[in-house]
């Protein structure tokens, strides 16, 4: 059994959804702070079957041990992490986040699993003229950032000393949908997450104001990286199917497309996903950095290379928002 923390989220619906597909049995563990249950629903719409679920706080050690118990757990795969989304202070972060990772790490001590997928954030890495390796210096722009290197730092130490099995997935920036388009990203708060902005734009025919994705930078990189979900899900099965492969790991991986967009080409692309004019305001001001992966270290150790490109991108978020949501 893999157990997927932040499960009802956007990285964990579609980990869940391609695990399911390839016969896995997963838990899915989330205390909807910043998901929707009806998601649980169009997953189960997906994979036809029912899937476990269970609303936990991972930061209730023992109630999250007892899971870990219960349900046999062999591996986790911890995308619970806070992110920008939730626009939180520097206490809510690290409570969040290192608060998490170090009761994810007890509670999987305490049940005998030493295996560990984290979903992780490219901007430890800060920002650069050139592609970001994983041997790139770290830093961190903010509090937020700097909660997800202590993490990173944590099970860096961990390792040292026990036989763990780890891999850090340092996500760039992520958008689309599963290709069902019943699930996506459906975050509470959207206003800094890109594709759901852009999709609003076009639906609505208001304006995109690119400052709203700025994420502790005091300056708005002028090119990104973005990568399709589905994509992301893919190397993070290669992760875990390389970590079951050997005794003792821990690595680092850049999850990226390799290639920089600007926002003006993503604007172009919804545009041309949406059939809509999309109006976007940037600042007079751009950084001269940008956050581009350098993926070479993944296709070499997990043998996993993006697929699809920023237009499949826009196309399924498009898609996706066009369904009929909830509140």
Not at 3 to 15: E, F, P, Q, S
Not at 18 to 35: G, P, R
Not at 58 to 70: E, G, K, M, S, Y
Not at 140 to 157: H, K, Y
Request: hydrophobic residues 40%; contains cysteine; aromatic residues 6%.
């Amino acid at each position: 059994m893999i157990a997927i923390t932040g499960g009802l989220g956007y990285i964990g619906l579609h980990t869940a959804a391609k695990l399911l597909k390839e016969n896995h049995e997963v838990v899915l563990i989330d205390n909807q702070f910043n998901s929707k249950l009806f998601m649980l629903e169009r997953l189960e719409q997906i994979v036809g079957r029912v899937v476990t679920y269970v609303h936990q706080d991972i930061r209730n050690t023992p109630a999250l041990q007892r899971i870990f118990d219960q349900y046999r757990v062999s591996a986790v795969v911890h995308l619970a992490g806070m992110n920008p989304s939730s626009n939180p202070s520097p206490l809510e972060a690290y409570n969040s986040n290192v608060g998490g990772v170090l009761s994810l790490l007890r509670a999987m001590s305490r049940s005998g699993i030493n295996t560990l997928v984290y979903g992780s954030c490219s901007h430890v890495l800060g920002a650069g003229t050139d592609k970001l390796s994983e041997l790139s210096e770290i830093d961190p722009p903010g509090p937020l950032a700097r909660s997800f290197d202590v993490c990173e730092q944590i099970m860096s130490d961990l390792d040292k000393q026990d036989n763990w099995r780890i891999a850090i997935m340092r996500y760039f920036e992520l958008g689309g949908a599963d290709a069902t388009h019943l699930i996506g990203e459906h975050p509470k708060c959207m206003s800094n997450r890109i594709m759901p902005v852009f999709t609003h734009a076009a639906n609505t025919g208001g304006t995109v104001d690119a400052l709203s994705f700025l994420f502790d930078e005091q300056a708005l990189t002028r090119q990104i990286d973005m990568l399709h979900i589905d994509d992301a899900v893919e190397a993070n099965l290669q992760a875990l199917a390389y970590l079951h492969s050997v005794d003792q790991s821990f690595d680092c991986f850049n999850i990226g497309s390799g290639e920089a967009v600007s926002w003006q080409q993503i604007a172009d692309a919804m545009e041309l996903a949406s059939g809509k004019p999309v109006d976007l305001k940037l600042p007079e001001t751009l950084s001269d950095l940008r956050r581009i992966a350098d993926i070479s270290h993944a296709h070499e150790v997990l043998k996993w290379e993006p697929k699809l490109d920023l237009q499949r991108i826009c196309e399924d978020a498009m898609a996706f928002s066009l369904q009929e949501q909830p509140r």
